[in-house]
């Protein structure tokens, strides 16, 4: 697997995350209990983003992913589980325009 390039401020996140010493105040939370905590966040940044209608999906099934991410993991997993959801747009991407050049041969 490619090493992840994260930026500065994302670096910074995940060393805070490594040594907290107290979870999240979502952590232990349920799914929608916590969907609607952040929800308004999310489709604001969603939709300043301006991201087209038929993405809309991708975007929100990768932030329930990281929402489930800061629901039931801590410190080192935590950091894990998120570096791993930040690389799943990188290939979904990549994934749908190889799709999309294969299909338009």
Do not use: W
Not at 6 to 19: D, I, P
Not at 38 to 47: A, F, P, S, T, W
Not at 87 to 99: L, W
């Amino acid at each position: 697997m490619r090493r992840l390039l994260l930026t500065s401020e994302t670096q910074t996140v995940f060393v805070r995350l490594r040594k907290s010493e107290y979870p999240l105040c979502v952590y232990r939370r349920s799914a929608a209990r916590v969907r609607l905590m952040v929800k308004d966040i999310i489709n604001l940044r969603i939709n300043r983003f301006g991201v087209a209608l038929q993405e809309l999906g991708m975007y929100n099934r990768y932030a329930d992913e990281m929402l489930k991410a800061f629901r039931t993991r801590t410190r080192e997993p935590l950091v894990h589980e998120l570096e791993q959801a930040i690389r799943k747009p990188d290939y979904a991407v990549y994934s749908s325009a190889k799709f999309c050049r294969i299909n338009a041969f």
